[in-house]
């Protein structure tokens, strides 16, 4: 069985500050991994996912996300956040090939403050 | 294209009732999957259909049920409302060669009163 740990379920930053969102996960067999976005009253938005080859994913509006495998670990991270960052994000893991079920974590609230 | 839709956006229930929870997702899409996420908590997997087929089950009770259409849509029961049923039902669509990629829709919020 697979499970997910959000490290912090509240990040309050400023404008312009960068941010890291921790994730771990625990898998025994290979994973995908995913981070989904979720605005206030809205449904879950796909940031970014890691499947296979260069352990760097980045999103088109500036988050990128590094998979380490030895600390199973796919924290995310973003040099300069604006306000409009403000929202929920969850990690997520499925297995390879096998159900398309994802994982969720708890989901961490990132707050960007003026 | 139109994304994964949901209907209703709200409903309210009171305990004891029944209710029907429903999803069409993105054309072409044959894969549905049902979340729950209640309040303050990440969605938790209910049920995924493939082609008409039930391919996966998460751990609810048998109240929740389930069911796809031949053209791919879905429906999700649940009998016996408890209040801690109360939570955004999500629903979410995917292709079989997508890597597990899912695309939600904007969910129903349940209130059971």
């Known amino acids: 069985a697979q499970s997910v740990t959000q490290l912090d379920s509240q990040v309050p930053v400023f404008e312009e500050a960068p941010v890291e969102l921790r994730c771990n996960y625990s898998?025994?067999?290979?994973?995908?991994l995913f981070w989904y976005v979720q605005y206030p009253n809205q449904g879950l938005q796909l940031l970014l996912k890691?499947?296979?080859?260069?352990?760097l994913v980045e999103s088109i509006n500036g988050f990128e996300a590094e998979f380490n495998k030895s600390q199973t670990s796919f924290h995310l991270r973003k040099p300069s956040v604006h306000i409009s960052d403000t929202a929920e994000y969850f990690c997520a893991v499925s297995d390879w090939g096998g159900s398309e079920k994802l994982v969720f974590g708890k989901g961490t609230k990132l707050t960007v403050n003026p | 294209d139109a994304g994964v839709t949901q209907s209703p956006t709200h409903l309210i229930k009171t305990r004891g009732q029944q209710v029907t929870l429903r999803c069409s997702p993105i054309s072409g899409h044959k894969s549905v999957s049902w979340y729950q996420q209640v309040l303050g908590q990440g969605p938790q997997f209910i049920f995924q259909?493939?082609?008409?087929?039930?391919?996966g089950r998460g751990n609810f009770p048998d109240r929740f049920s389930a069911r796809q259409f031949p053209n791919y849509s879905s429906e999700l029961n649940v009998n016996a409302l408890l209040l801690g049923d109360s939570a955004l039902y999500l629903c979410a669509s995917t292709t079989r060669s997508s890597y597990n990629e899912q695309f939600f829709g904007p969910g129903t919020r349940l209130t059971v009163l």
């Open positions: 890691y499947l296979s080859g260069s352990t």
């Open positions: 259909y493939y082609e008409k087929e039930e391919r």
């Open positions: 898998s025994s067999v290979s994973v995908y």
